[in-house]
């Protein structure tokens, strides 16, 4: 049974994406805008003022930490990859960061996939259709793969695979 899991486990490819290149203010200053923030709300909550209002101003610190965990988390792989692209066997998996829900589409309920040089739309037997946005892809040599290993489940599988032109 170990022997069957690992050859599985080869099978899959995984790619992590890089962090949205459409946020509307860039990880570097999200990072410095939040320090700012702790900065300030630590000078606040802990000067030497004897005033009424210092819980509201630790308060004020401690949704700064949280937000920085927050940014650190949706931009950086320090607790693991938190945004990624899987194909296996068995599903595609679509995942953008860690508080966001997985976009999981499994294998044999593919009807057509149509690969487009920044994209996959997948149609599924149901005529749902799920759109695996490929620009957070770092390297093209990832997007090849990835664009490659559809192809082989498509033969696998006897699901339609149309591809739009490179002159795009």
């Known amino acids: 049974m170990a022997a069957s899991g690992s050859s599985s486990a080869r099978s899959s490819l995984f790619i992590q994406l890089s962090p949205s290149r459409s946020a509307k203010l860039s990880f570097s200053i999200q990072l410095l805008l939040t320090l700012l923030w702790v900065v300030w709300a630590a000078i606040l909550a802990f000067s ?34 938190q945004s990624y692209i899987e194909v296996t066997p068995e599903y595609i ?3 953008h960061g860690v508080f966001r829900p997985k976009h999981l589409v499994a294998i044999p309920e593919i009807k057509a996939v149509h690969i487009s040089p920044l994209a996959l739309r997948v149609t599924e037997k149901n005529d749902n259709q799920t759109y695996f946005d490929l620009k957070q892809v770092r390297k093209r040599r990832d997007k090849d793969k990835i664009k490659g290993k559809v192809r082989d489940l498509a033969t696998q599988h006897g699901f339609e695979v149309t591809e739009a032109s490179n002159n795009q």
């Open 48 to 81: 030497d003022s004897s005033s009424g209002d210092s819980y509201l101003f630790h308060a004020f610190f401690g949704l700064a930490l949280a937000f920085l965990v927050y940014v650190i988390l949706q931009n950086t792989s320090v607790f693991g990859f």
């Open 93 to 95: 998996v679509r995942k």
